[in-house]
């Protein structure tokens, strides 16, 4: 069963607890096209792994590892860049140092989908995450049959059972999973799953206020031997060396990177886009 915070409460319900309502009857929808059997052939037929975790294990050449990301709308900030060429962005975070790309896929609320996964792994030679509202194992064997080599599980949706199972499956499939939380509760539960990639969301998922103090706050709680990640809420490159002296060893960027290279009316901008992650990364021009 689905476990959501606050989902059972008398208040009503949040933007987060409707996304996950959706994504249950969504996958539901799914599994009736595509049963498990199937999609576990699949799984066990796609291509080699990339290494999601060595890509963040080794030293980053710039001092952080930016985990760059392909964001075209969300609920809080509705269309960033919805008409991006998804390749051509993919090349430019590869050329300009992002140790991995992160790919938002859900459709109904960030204007995503699997194709745009897809199409940015062939595009590009890093590791993808495929960073999705993840309920079920049948999305977790999806992921994989579509090229996935790691994705996103979220304390803030998924009991304790459920979050270690999910990372176990993805494990056996040789993926890596980012497992994230937005307060110390979340924290301690990612860590004690045996998460090796934590995700610090800057972002309250449930108000959408972000606090780049929280990366600061939750940090500590991360264990030597395991990589903190601190994600939204980045906009500058004081804001990278904030959370890099906080304790974080990469950063989850999406909105600012797309933003920055948004021209009203015209195509994307990708000169503008290396730039900003230049900025972010303090890295001379590529």
Known sequence: MLFSRGMGESRSQTVLDRIIAGKRLEVERLRARRGLAEIERAAAAAGPVRDFLAAFSAPPPAGIHLLAEI?????????????????????????????????????????????????????????????????????????????????????????????????????????????????????RRAVACGARLVGINNRDLRTFQVDLQTTCRLAPLVPVGRIAVSQSAIKARADVLAVQRCGARAIQVGETLMRSGTRPGGPMDLAAVAAKIRELLGTAPA
Do not use: N
């Open 71 to 187: 964001k075209l709308a969300s609920p809080s900030a509705g269309d960033i860049c919805s008409g991006a060429d998804v390749p051509a962005v993919a090349c430019v975070y590869e050329r300009c140092g992002a140790a991995a790309i992160s790919v938002l896929t859900d459709a109904r609320h960030f204007k995503g989908s699997l194709d745009h996964m897809i199409a940015a792994r062939r595009a590009a030679r890093l590791p993808v995450l495929r960073k999705e509202f993840i309920v079920d194992a049948w999305q977790v064997y999806e992921s994989r049959a579509a090229g996935a080599d790691a994705i996103l599980l979220m304390t803030q949706i998924l009991d304790d059972d459920q979050l270690g199972s999910l990372l176990a499956l993805a494990h056996r499939l040789g993926m890596a999973a980012l497992v994230e939380g937005h307060d110390e509760a979340d924290i």
